[in-house]
């Protein structure tokens, strides 16, 4: 028998100190720094230490662990080594560029904090020109037009991100011995996006009145629900997919507080957010307007997701600026000299006014959700609530006066 006991496992993984913990027979919790806890078999064949990871915490318990160690034991002691008999077993399982994603994907899971980033790459970029292909049929010519597509829709960074999960992908098959060349391996960021650059836009004062009142008057392409977000996120600083897919769940309008969770959260710790009497204003119009869907920014479309979709705003900011991807006649650029933003950048516009407010760097940092560095992170646990209370209502009261909000 094993030194653990559920209980502590379960302590261990709650503790969550990165580490290799031994339950004895070569039976390991792995507790990594990023991603989540499973269960590793150390062991030893033809002098050669090997560690094969049999599977995560969550989907294998203690005793199943144990079990399978036990089988893995047998094997060795037989002569048989349990690594290659899986890489064997799941040579056997991958004919297409999908079946490698997919055993791809369950390494990610284990050393990526956000592996869904990928899989969406994958699933929306990748898969519907060359999931079906068998490995071998892949050359570069397929994975240049991929790369093209995605950059051609005006996605430089996405076009990038791309290229470089392409390359991993097929890295994994050569690991594996299913090629023994990548067919993405010749091209660069050139290829793909280019270089991308650091951005450093804010909108000022005097361009937020202008941007706001051109979104109302271009209000038969710029929705009210649009208006609405960017209004809320200039004045809030969450990031774009933290409010487009809010649910009203998460909201104390009594009490004038968002509680904002983990899981939705990219930085993945939830908090809780101050909001200033003009947010719950346009909240309670958008709860109006949400005609009893749970979501804040109900889809107005038949979609798979049922709150607004990932590119909604940006699309729409980007048509007032005469750009619409993937359309052969672009639209009249509404913005005039406006230098061109996009959602993100309201994020930073609400960081720079945190500073010309006078806001501190530590409250200005909570305030973006950012996880505090070094000594000050580790002995601070105040969240600081009260004080983003008050930098939230002085960014408040200086914005509501710019966006003018009346209804369209």
């Not at 292909?133 to 791309?162: Q, W």
């Not at 290229?163 to 050139?190: C, D, E, R, W």
């Not at 009203?248 to 993945?268: C, H, I, T, V, Y």
Request: aromatic share 8%; hydrophobic share 35%.
């Amino acid at each position: 028998m094993g030194s653990f006991t559920v209980k502590k496992v379960q302590a261990l993984i709650k503790d969550g100190t990165p580490g290799r913990y031994s339950d004895g027979n070569g039976l390991y919790l792995m507790i990594p720094r990023k991603g989540t806890p499973y269960w590793m078999l150390r062991y030893t064949l033809a002098g050669k230490r090997r560690e094969l990871t049999l599977d995560k915490y969550a989907q294998l318990s203690l005793a199943e662990a144990r079990e399978q160690a036990v089988e893995g034991k047998k094997a060795i002691r037989r002569g048989v080594d349990p690594i290659e008999e899986r890489k064997r077993e799941e040579q056997a399982t991958i004919h297409t560029v999908k079946d490698l994603f997919t055993d791809w994907h369950q390494d990610l899971e284990k050393r990526l904090k956000h592996p869904r980033i990928p899989k969406r790459i994958f699933e929306k970029e990748v898969a519907p020109s060359i999931g079906h292909f068998t490995l071998n049929s892949v050359t570069p010519m397929d994975v240049r037009a991929i790369v093209r597509k995605v950059a051609g829709s005006g996605r430089p960074t996405i076009a990038n991100d791309t290229l470089m999960n392409l390359k991993q992908l097929f890295n994994h098959a050569i690991k594996l011995g299913l090629l023994t060349y990548n067919p993405a391996s010749a091209f660069n960021v050139n290829d793909a996006g280019g270089i991308e650059k650091s951005r450093d836009r804010a909108l000022s004062l005097d361009e937020i009145r202008q941007v706001f009142k051109i979104f109302q008057a271009n209000s038969d392409s710029f929705s009210r629900e649009n208006y609405l977000a960017c209004a809320l996120l200039v004045v809030l600083g969450v990031r774009k997919t933290e409010l487009t897919e809010a649910q009203w769940s998460e909201f104390d309008m009594k009490n004038s507080q968002w509680a904002l969770p983990q899981e939705r959260s990219k930085s993945g710790v939830g908090i809780k957010i101050p909001l200033p009497p003009q947010a719950i204003v346009w909240l309670e119009e958008l709860k109006v307007r949400a005609c009893g869907s749970a979501y804040v920014f109900p889809n107005r479309r038949s979609s798979k997701t049922p709150h607004m979709g990932k590119d909604t705003l940006n699309r729409a900011i980007a048509k007032l600026f005469g750009r619409e991807p993937g359309k052969k006649k672009q639209p009249q650029n509404r913005m005039g000299e406006i230098e061109i933003f996009t959602v993100h950048d309201l994020r930073r516009t609400f960081r720079s006014l945190l500073a010309s407010l006078g806001v501190p760097g530590h409250v200005a940092e909570r305030c973006l959700n950012h996880k505090l560095k070094g000594v000050e992170g580790v002995y601070d646990r105040h969240d600081y609530f009260e004080e983003r209370k008050i930098a939230l209502n002085k960014i408040a009261e200086t914005i509501s006066p710019l966006v003018n909000t009346q209804k369209n």
